[in-house]
């Protein structure tokens, strides 16, 4: 399994900007898909983007989709998760997953997870 940490959390007003990384142990990281996930409270694990082995191929959640860009540099073994226009619905803790899969969103699909970091968007 792939070893996964997150950062970049934190406290944020409606309509500001945050910028979460993962960086990944795995000296293959460049074979993984990545992802990002979250889950506010008493709410199940929902996808929100992930990028191929590739790095131009992405695709998002339709809720985040405009909003959220994700990319990877694997000179860095690390994945990114930039986002904009945060809203109050966006408050969850973001997890960073890597896969084997291709083409997945499913949470079911990823093997191996960071510990998470929350994100607060206060209105």
């Known amino acids: 399994q792939v070893q996964l940490v997150e950062s970049g959390g934190g406290l944020v007003q409606a309509g500001g900007s945050l910028r979460l990384s993962c960086t990944a142990s795995?000296?293959?990281?460049?074979?993984?898909?990545m992802g990002w996930f979250r889950q506010a409270p008493g709410k199940e694990r929902e996808f929100v983007a992930a990028?191929?082995?590739?790095?131009?191929?992405?695709y998002y959640a339709d809720s985040v989709k405009g909003r959220f860009t994700i990319s990877r540099d694997n000179a860095k073994n690390t994945v990114y998760l930039q986002m904009n226009s945060l809203k109050p619905e966006d408050t969850a803790v973001y997890y960073c997953?890597?896969?084997?899969?291709?083409?997945?969103?499913?949470?079911?699909?990823?093997?191996?997870w960071g510990q998470g970091t929350q994100v607060t968007v206060s209105s």
């Open positions: 990028i191929k082995r590739s790095a131009f191929s992405t």
């Open positions: 997953a890597a896969t084997t899969s291709y083409g997945t969103s499913s949470p079911l699909d990823f093997g191996s």
């Open positions: 795995e000296r293959t990281f460049s074979s993984y898909t």
